[in-house]
């Protein structure tokens, strides 16, 4: 589709004019069209060269005279008063086996010398005629760098004046002003703040991903009494500057950096995956981050170049490499591997699907396919070092390594090594992989990945000795390389696309250009998937697709003012986190109110505050808090998540194969990684139900959970319920709950008592302790 | 939109959250008591992922049982028969020939390894099936056999994916994926879209069933081997618990769930819940029960045999009934059918494995009524070689090398013509030479049959609309009937 991009439309334009001049009589064409070769198209062609069906196989459309002159993918297809010259013509002749049209059949000899005919009288249109419509213009670049000149997305963020609201409350803070004003708009009006104790569960799961404990929820009510607001935004800087909130964002970020534990194929004749075992160093990497307010534009740097930005092997920001060297490329074509770095780069950072530009100028976007290429250049001028490679991965501080466990690796890898060394260079059959090999890819690696007493490296990328100048590979093949091009930025962000310097991948000017307060894109899209984090909505629905195709945002003053206010604060995460968790449009409650809901049903503006379900992690982590078996040691190898010896820590620390996603994961919505994620969805699925009722972490946390002092010193129904409402719920029950659970209690305790092999039941209050993790009330924030 | 009015393209969010249900679920009481019966009982008004939806046109089947013969079965030995080769037997091929083979093949071809197997002409129409085959050769008139499917890359992975997602490559969305993104389940109680495959997952594992960039509850389910059924479906029971105490906890968390409810009007997400997870009770029963063999009675056991592949024929038919859409049914681990020595005692140990369970299956779902509407295909991720590969000179340790330039496959009922071959390959049974047909012209005529018009049949990812059938693909109406 690499046509005169800017030019296209000119040139349709010019030809028009001659071609009807090439017609006998303007009427009489147009009436030789409609009467003998409209019909025949229709019935022959219309199918697959239409606007109606919503096809242009090769580009063509036949309904219209711009189509045939201008043609499809291959040429003109039509030569007014040349039929032997014109490619439509020779189609349907049959003769030429490489152009046979229509392609299942061959029209009559009559249909034929009519078509020819037509193109000899010059092939004169219909006497309407469609013109260039938005569906002919499909990937015509010229028509779509037009369109992106008014886009939102790509005009630079300006600094804009909230509007005065006319309530006090929603007067004091930017975020509320827009919102309010939006409110207004449509005839809405905010809703009352959330009570306190609703208001600090909301705020513990969206700041840190667990609970709050029943004491932290008591002492924040008794805060809130005596000290009002003030007690809310200590709560904030309580739980902003708890470990846990970079776990919380950290996995945010995760989903966008497509992160996993292997690779995306395994090995056939070992039916192993390829193993990271050194991946859980970016994700540490990540999280501390967040934890340490990282700049966002020095955290974008670190990730696509630490190693040229002044940091060197030995060096903790070296691990943040892994956002390139943790992608999928095992048993991919090189050409591949470089599409998930292109991909994760512009879609991850920047909300542009520049990858849909790898066979063809975008069919949507302002991307030309010389604008991938550009871009191929610099990642093809990097190389990954095995991921299994000791020696060329820089070993990484921060992880002291307890001696006992460090004897312990080391025994296991002597004796490895020692299995290693036996097999020499010896092979199995015809499998090329030698007995060596095998063992350093699956035991070895696997003693890597796991083992805490054992070395840890960071996943790195690094310059090649001579940087690549990339060609485009017309229609996405390799082998068919079209013109040279540089390596540089995107056309429509960098309209000059000065080349980047020859003696290195341009690494640094790529990450230089994307995380700047010039660039319209970067700062939006950060701060949108945040706000959708905290508010259950984003303000643009489409989080990595900030494009033509995009959705548009619903508030988009409030979006730019908070990328404009993001920037201007050094791109400090945790302000931004606390400018949105401060505002009356988050504390809002969650009520349901039919007046509003009968104009917005979505929510889409902001009239209350969205009741958010628990992602799969934030379930699990919730139910080992509650049974006070959390393990919150943070950093360091992932370890396996369910299964006899599931760990206790963050599910951020297990283990993800990324080849055969755990089928838990899965049922809950969380992405594959495979390819950047711009977020979470829910579904609600029966097998989701069957975890909480079924699965034996589960069983096992509810069993904990009435081993607590706390529970078990209880005596009567009454306060074992309270107990178990205060833990898991966070509030008192009501007297018809605890009727209802006193009577289950005592009917199983019947049940219980008749029972032959009552030992290998569970008793009746770790099934009331399970029940309340079942229920919604657990899995949803108000 | 289509002539239904139903956006295809529906978006990811549109489609996970749009879960408008009416208040009117059933009481959990009336749905406990019939958890042991085979029905599904009637579904509230919901619109979530999984609820059934009507296609672009009214479908010709209803469901699809796909048996994989994983590893690529040889066409000459079975469907494809090249008699005049029997005079070439032991001759080198033709340069001409050997230079239309694929780089890989070229490489390492043999001489001329004429198929020792005898073609007989079977049913009223004639069609030619051989010797290792003998029952389901009794089915001729029902088969409508392909001998000119065209594949992209010799290789077990690439040819796998181009059969079951229509890419050699990329991760794209199985076919049975995207009809249940098309169609919803039909059954509460099972997943949509199940494979099964004795003793390990087949080559390229979980990419034959994944969805891809479709929402992860579209995915196949998995089950590594027969009768185990808590494979169906992760945490499908516990054994520690009375049935009758779980119905009570189910029962007590309805109640917790009802009083959240209470306050919470005017959300959907927490009575759907509430309806998810009295299916989930449900489907305990319903996913253990699909597996129990037992239930069957003694004649239609015999008749599928007590063997592995027995065994899971018949629960494909129990599957199909229960309103699967789609069973997948490897023959076996990583990839059995891959001959490339020994192929005269392997393919008939692998034939006699097969060929009865097979035929029971035809007979069965064609007694039953079902194989109108059931789409019943046989086939490998590509062929083998008319050659032998260079190696033993005895027979009986001679095997066929990968093939994918003319090799066939067979489709029975579902509206496909019976007793029918389309296409044909060249006089060494190498390329497809009338009517050369692509995978993705087979995906876009299930698609047709179930009801979808290919190319309008589509997701929005990553800023385009994806389809099955990409760019590409035909509806073979010739197959039809």
């Given at each position: 589709?690499?046509?005169?991009?800017?030019?296209?439309?000119?040139?349709?334009?010019?030809?028009?004019?001659?071609?009807?001049?090439?017609a006998d009589d303007d009427q009489k064409g147009h009436a030789f069209f409609e009467r003998k070769i409209r019909p025949l198209l229709v019935e022959?062609?219309?199918?697959?060269?239409?606007?109606?069906?919503?096809?242009?196989?090769?580009?063509?459309?036949?309904?219209?005279?711009?189509?045939?002159?201008?043609?499809?993918?291959?040429?003109?297809?039509?030569?007014?008063?040349?039929?032997?010259?014109?490619?439509?013509?020779?189609?349907?002749?049959?003769?030429?086996?490489?152009?046979?049209?229509?392609?299942?059949?061959?029209?009559?000899?009559?249909?034929?010398?009519?078509?020819?005919?037509?193109?000899?009288?010059?092939?004169?249109?219909?006497?309407?005629?469609?013109?260039?419509?938005?569906?002919?213009?499909?990937?015509?670049?010229?028509?779509?760098?037009?369109?992106?000149?008014?886009?939102?997305?790509?005009?630079?963020?300006?600094?804009?004046?909230?509007?005065?609201?006319?309530?006090?409350?929603?007067?004091?803070?930017?975020?509320?002003?827009?919102?309010?004003?939006?409110?207004?708009?449509?005839?809405?009006?905010?809703?009352?703040?959330?009570?306190?104790?609703?208001?600090?569960?909301?705020?513990?799961?969206?700041?840190?991903?667990?609970?709050?404990?029943?004491?932290?929820?008591?002492?924040?009510?008794?805060?809130?009494?005596?000290?009002?607001?003030?007690?809310?935004?200590?709560?904030?800087?309580?739980?902003?500057?708890?470990?846990?909130?970079?776990?919380?964002?950290?996995?945010?970020?995760?989903?966008?950096?497509?992160?996993?534990?292997?690779?995306?194929?395994?090995?056939?004749?070992?039916?192993?995956?390829?193993?990271?075992?050194?991946?859980?160093?970016?994700?540490?990497?990540?999280?501390?981050?967040?934890?340490?307010?990282?700049?966002?534009?020095?955290?974008?740097?670190?990730?696509?170049?630490?190693?040229?930005?002044?940091?060197?092997?030995?060096?903790?920001?070296?691990?943040?490499?892994?956002?390139?060297?943790?992608?999928?490329?095992?048993?991919?074509?090189?050409?591949?591997?470089?599409?998930?770095?292109?991909?994760?780069?512009?879609?991850?950072?920047?909300?542009?699907?520049?990858?849909?530009?790898?066979?063809?100028?975008?069919?949507?976007?302002?991307?030309?396919?010389?604008?991938?290429?550009?871009?191929?250049?610099?990642?093809?001028?990097?190389?990954?070092?095995?991921?299994?490679?000791?020696?060329?991965?820089?070993?990484?501080?921060?992880?002291?390594?307890?001696?006992?466990?460090?004897?312990?690796?080391?025994?296991?890898?002597?004796?490895?090594?020692?299995?290693?060394?036996?097999?020499?260079?010896?092979?199995?059959?015809?499998?090329?992989?030698?007995?060596?090999?095998?063992?350093?890819?699956?035991?070895?690696?696997?003693?890597?990945?796991?083992?805490?007493?054992?070395?840890?490296?960071?996943?790195?990328?690094?310059?090649?000795?001579?940087?690549?100048?990339?060609?485009?590979?017309?229609?996405?093949?390799?082998?068919?390389?079209?013109?040279?091009?540089?390596?540089?930025?995107?056309?429509?962000?960098?309209?000059?696309?000065?080349?980047?310097?020859?003696?290195?991948?341009?690494?640094?000017?790529?990450?230089?250009?994307?995380?700047?307060?010039?660039?319209?894109?970067?700062?939006?899209?950060?701060?949108?998937?945040?706000?959708?984090?905290?508010?259950?909505?984003?303000?643009?629905?489409?989080?990595?697709?900030?494009?033509?195709?995009?959705?548009?945002?619903?508030?988009?003053?409030?979006?730019?003012?908070?990328?404009?206010?993001?920037?201007?604060?050094?791109?400090?995460?945790?302000?931004?986190?606390?400018?949105?968790?401060?505002?009356?449009?988050?504390?809002?409650?969650?009520?349901?109110?039919?007046?509003?809901?009968?104009?917005?049903?979505?929510?889409?503006?902001?009239?209350?505050?969205?009741?958010?379900?628990?992602?799969?992690?934030?379930?699990?982590?919730?139910?080992?808090?509650?049974?006070?078996?959390?393990?919150?040691?943070?950093?360091?190898?992932?370890?396996?998540?369910?299964?006899?010896?599931?760990?206790?820590?963050?599910?951020?620390?297990?283990?993800?194969?990324?080849?055969?996603?755990?089928?838990?994961?899965?049922?809950?919505?969380?992405?594959?990684?495979?390819?950047?994620?711009?977020?979470?969805?829910?579904?609600?699925?029966?097998?989701?139900?069957?975890?909480?009722?079924?699965?034996?972490?589960?069983?096992?946390?509810?069993?904990?959970?009435?081993?607590?002092?706390?529970?078990?010193?209880?005596?009567?129904?009454?306060?074992?319920?309270?107990?178990?409402?205060?833990?898991?719920?966070?509030?008192?029950?009501?007297?018809?709950?605890?009727?209802?659970?006193?009577?289950?209690?005592?009917?199983?305790?019947?049940?219980?008592?008749?029972?032959?092999?009552?030992?290998?039941?569970?008793?009746?209050?770790?099934?009331?302790?399970?029940?309340?993790?079942?229920?919604?009330?657990?899995?949803?924030?108000? | 939109?289509?002539?239904?009015?139903?956006?295809?393209?529906?978006?990811?969010?549109?489609?996970?959250?749009?879960?408008?249900?009416?208040?009117?679920?059933?009481?959990?009481?009336?749905?406990?008591?019939?958890?042991?019966?085979?029905?599904?009982?009637?579904?509230?008004?919901?619109?979530?992922?999984?609820?059934?939806?009507?296609?672009?046109?009214?479908?010709?089947?209803?469901?699809?049982?796909?048996?994989?013969?994983?590893?690529?079965?040889?066409?000459?030995?079975?469907?494809?028969?090249?008699?005049?080769?029997?005079?070439?037997?032991?001759?080198?091929?033709?340069?001409?020939?050997?230079?239309?083979?694929?780089?890989?093949?070229?490489?390492?071809?043999?001489?001329?390894?004429?198929?020792?197997?005898?073609?007989?002409?079977?049913?009223?129409?004639?069609?030619?099936?051989?010797?290792?085959?003998?029952?389901?050769?009794?089915?001729?008139?029902?088969?409508?056999?392909?001998?000119?499917?065209?594949?992209?890359?010799?290789?077990?992975?690439?040819?796998?994916?181009?059969?079951?997602?229509?890419?050699?490559?990329?991760?794209?969305?199985?076919?049975?994926?995207?009809?249940?993104?098309?169609?919803?389940?039909?059954?509460?109680?099972?997943?949509?879209?199940?494979?099964?495959?004795?003793?390990?997952?087949?080559?390229?594992?979980?990419?034959?069933?994944?969805?891809?960039?479709?929402?992860?509850?579209?995915?196949?389910?998995?089950?590594?081997?027969?009768?185990?059924?808590?494979?169906?479906?992760?945490?499908?029971?516990?054994?520690?618990?009375?049935?009758?105490?779980?119905?009570?906890?189910?029962?007590?968390?309805?109640?917790?769930?009802?009083?959240?409810?209470?306050?919470?009007?005017?959300?959907?997400?927490?009575?759907?819940?509430?309806?998810?997870?009295?299916?989930?009770?449900?489907?305990?029963?319903?996913?253990?029960?699909?597996?129990?063999?037992?239930?069957?009675?003694?004649?239609?056991?015999?008749?599928?045999?007590?063997?592995?592949?027995?065994?899971?024929?018949?629960?494909?038919?129990?599957?199909?009934?229960?309103?699967?859409?789609?069973?997948?049914?490897?023959?076996?681990?990583?990839?059995?059918?891959?001959?490339?020595?020994?192929?005269?005692?392997?393919?008939?140990?692998?034939?006699?494995?097969?060929?009865?369970?097979?035929?029971?299956?035809?007979?069965?779902?064609k007694q039953r009524g079902l194989l109108d509407d059931t789409l019943v295909i046989w086939g490998g991720e590509m062929g083998r070689t008319s050659?032998?590969?260079?190696?033993?000179?005895?027979?009986?340790?001679?095997?066929?090398?990968?093939?994918?330039?003319?090799?066939?496959?067979?489709?029975?009922?579902?509206?496909?013509?019976?007793?029918?071959?389309?296409?044909?390959?060249?006089?060494?049974?190498?390329?497809?030479?009338?009517?050369?047909?692509?995978?993705?012209?087979?995906?876009?005529?299930?698609?047709?049959?179930?009801?979808?018009?290919?190319?309008?049949?589509?997701?929005?990812?990553?800023?385009?609309?994806?389809?099955?059938?990409?760019?590409?693909?035909?509806?073979?109406?010739?197959?039809?009937?």
């Amino acid at each position: 589709m690499s046509r005169g991009v800017t030019t296209g439309l000119g040139v349709v334009q010019l030809m028009l004019f001659s071609v009807v001049g090439l017609a006998d009589d303007d009427q009489k064409g147009h009436a030789f069209f409609e009467r003998k070769i409209r019909p025949l198209l229709v019935e022959h062609c219309y199918e697959c060269h239409s606007e109606a069906a919503e096809e242009q196989q090769g580009g063509l459309l036949l309904d219209r005279q711009s189509g045939w002159l201008k043609g499809g993918d291959r040429n003109k297809a039509v030569i007014p008063g040349d039929p032997d010259a014109s490619p439509l013509i020779r189609a349907v002749r049959y003769r030429d086996e490489d152009l046979q049209m229509p392609p299942e059949y061959q029209l009559d000899d009559e249909l034929v010398h009519l078509l020819e005919n037509w193109v000899r009288r010059g092939a004169p249109g219909p006497a309407v005629d469609l013109g260039d419509t938005e569906f002919s213009r499909l990937g015509d670049q010229g028509y779509l760098f037009e369109a992106a000149s008014n886009h939102w997305a790509f005009q630079l963020v300006k600094s804009v004046a909230p509007p005065a609201a006319g309530d006090l409350a929603w007067n004091e803070q930017a975020i509320d002003q827009f919102i309010f004003a939006r409110l207004q708009d449509h005839s809405l009006t905010p809703s009352q703040p959330a009570d306190a104790r609703t208001l600090i569960r909301r705020l513990t799961y969206d700041l840190t991903g667990l609970p709050p404990t029943p004491e932290a929820v008591e002492q924040f009510v008794d805060d809130v009494y005596e000290l009002g607001r003030v007690a809310y935004s200590h709560a904030v800087e309580r739980l902003i500057n708890s470990p846990a909130f970079g776990e919380h964002l950290g996995r945010m970020w995760l989903d966008v950096a497509r992160y996993a534990d292997t690779d995306s194929f395994y090995r056939p004749d070992t039916v192993t995956p390829h193993y990271f075992p050194f991946a859980f160093t970016y994700r540490d990497y990540v999280v501390e981050a967040f934890n340490n307010d990282k700049p966002f534009d020095q955290f974008v740097r670190e990730q696509l170049a630490a190693d040229l930005i002044g940091f060197s092997d030995g060096d903790a920001e070296m691990a943040a490499l892994g956002f390139l060297a943790v992608g999928p490329h095992a048993n991919r074509n090189p050409t591949e591997a470089l599409d998930d770095w292109i991909d994760v780069t512009t879609r991850g950072l920047m909300g542009m699907t520049a990858a849909c530009a790898r066979c063809h100028d975008h069919k949507y976007e302002p991307i030309p396919t010389a604008d991938y290429y550009s871009l191929h250049g610099v990642f093809a001028s990097i190389v990954r070092p095995n991921s299994l490679d000791e020696n060329q991965l820089p070993t990484i501080p921060g992880y002291p390594v307890d001696s006992a466990l460090r004897a312990d690796y080391l025994e296991k890898r002597a004796a490895i090594d020692a299995k290693i060394a036996e097999a020499g260079d010896k092979t199995v059959g015809s499998n090329q992989r030698g007995v060596a090999r095998k063992i350093r890819e699956t035991e070895l690696a696997y003693l890597l990945l796991f083992h805490r007493g054992g070395p840890v490296h960071s996943m790195i990328v690094k310059e090649r000795g001579k940087p690549v100048d990339p060609y485009i590979y017309v229609r996405g093949d390799p082998t068919n390389q079209g013109d040279r091009v540089p390596r540089r930025f995107l056309q429509i962000l960098d309209p000059k696309q000065q080349p980047f310097p020859d003696d290195s991948s341009g690494r640094i000017q790529l990450a230089n250009k994307i995380a700047s307060s010039e660039n319209p894109l970067t700062a939006r899209v950060f701060v949108n998937r945040v706000f959708g984090l905290l508010m259950g909505q984003h303000l643009v629905d489409t989080p990595s697709d900030f494009g033509l195709q995009g959705s548009a945002p619903t508030h988009p003053l409030l979006l730019d003012w908070l990328a404009d206010d993001f920037v201007s604060h050094g791109w400090s995460v945790k302000h931004l986190v606390r400018r949105i968790v401060l505002s009356e449009t988050y504390r809002q409650a969650s009520h349901y109110r039919e007046e509003m809901a009968s104009i917005d049903s979505e929510n889409r503006y902001f009239w209350r505050a969205n009741r958010k379900h628990l992602s799969i992690e934030a379930i699990r982590d919730s139910a080992l808090v509650i049974a006070n078996r959390l393990d919150s040691t943070p950093r360091g190898r992932a370890a396996p998540l369910w299964g006899d010896d599931y760990t206790k820590r963050r599910a951020i620390y297990g283990y993800i194969n990324r080849f055969n996603l755990d089928p838990t994961l899965r049922v809950f919505d969380f992405p594959t990684p495979m390819q950047t994620q711009p977020g979470r969805e829910e579904s609600i699925v029966a097998p989701q139900a069957l975890f909480t009722m079924n699965a034996p972490f589960v069983i096992d946390q509810a069993a904990a959970i009435t081993a607590l002092r706390e529970f078990a010193s209880r005596k009567s129904n009454t306060k074992r319920v309270e107990t178990l409402f205060q833990l898991i719920f966070q509030r008192e029950p009501t007297d018809a709950e605890v009727n209802r659970i006193s009577r289950f209690v005592e009917q199983q305790q019947r049940l219980f008592a008749s029972s032959a092999d009552e030992s290998e039941m569970p008793s009746p209050w770790e099934m009331v302790a399970q029940s309340l993790l079942m229920s919604n009330e657990f899995q949803y924030i108000d | 939109m289509n002539e239904t009015g139903l956006p295809m393209h529906v978006s990811r969010r549109q489609l996970l959250q749009n879960t408008g249900m009416s208040l009117g679920t059933m009481a959990l009481g009336s749905l406990l008591a019939k958890s042991n019966e085979l029905s599904a009982a009637p579904r509230p008004a919901t619109k979530g992922p999984l609820d059934a939806r009507q296609p672009h046109f009214p479908p010709r089947i209803k469901r699809v049982i796909h048996l994989f013969m994983n590893g690529g079965p040889s066409q000459i030995d079975t469907f494809d028969p090249k008699p005049e080769l029997s005079k070439l037997d032991g001759q080198p091929l033709p340069d001409s020939v050997k230079n239309r083979l694929q780089t890989t093949q070229r490489n390492r071809v043999g001489n001329i390894f004429a198929s020792p197997f005898k073609f007989r002409k079977h049913g009223e129409s004639g069609l030619e099936i051989s010797e290792l085959f003998p029952n389901v050769a009794r089915h001729a008139d029902d088969l409508c056999v392909v001998r000119s499917m065209v594949g992209e890359i010799a290789n077990h992975t690439p040819g796998l994916l181009l059969t079951n997602c229509g890419h050699s490559a990329l991760a794209r969305p199985s076919i049975g994926s995207w009809l249940l993104y098309g169609l919803g389940a039909e059954s509460d109680n099972l997943p949509g879209f199940v494979v099964l495959c004795p003793s390990g997952m087949p080559t390229a594992q979980s990419r034959n069933w994944t969805s891809a960039f479709l929402p992860g509850v579209f995915q196949g389910t998995y089950i590594e081997t027969e009768n185990r059924s808590k494979e169906l479906i992760p945490n499908l029971t516990r054994d520690d618990i009375r049935p009758r105490s779980q119905r009570a906890q189910v029962a007590l968390t309805r109640f917790l769930n009802q009083q959240h409810q209470a306050n919470r009007p005017g959300d959907e997400r927490l009575e759907s819940r509430i309806h998810s997870m009295e299916l989930a009770f449900r489907m305990q029963s319903a996913a253990t029960d699909v597996f129990d063999l037992n239930q069957e009675p003694a004649h239609i056991r015999e008749m599928y045999g007590d063997t592995i592949q027995g065994r899971n024929m018949l629960i494909a038919r129990r599957m199909a009934e229960r309103g699967v859409r789609y069973v997948q049914i490897y023959h076996g681990g990583k990839q059995p059918w891959d001959n490339h020595g020994s192929i005269i005692p392997n393919i008939k140990r692998l034939t006699s494995e097969c060929d009865q369970p097979i035929a029971a299956l035809l007979t069965d779902l064609k007694q039953r009524g079902l194989l109108d509407d059931t789409l019943v295909i046989w086939g490998g991720e590509m062929g083998r070689t008319s050659t032998t590969q260079t190696g033993p000179k005895d027979p009986n340790k001679m095997g066929r090398d990968h093939h994918i330039d003319g090799y066939s496959i067979w489709l029975a009922g579902g509206g496909f013509k019976g007793g029918f071959t389309y296409g044909s390959t060249d006089e060494f049974g190498l390329a497809a030479l009338e009517n050369p047909v692509e995978l993705h012209d087979l995906h876009a005529t299930i698609l047709h049959q179930m009801g979808f018009d290919h190319r309008h049949l589509t997701y929005r990812y990553s800023g385009r609309d994806f389809r099955l059938t990409d760019v590409h693909g035909n509806v073979l109406h010739d197959l039809l009937s």
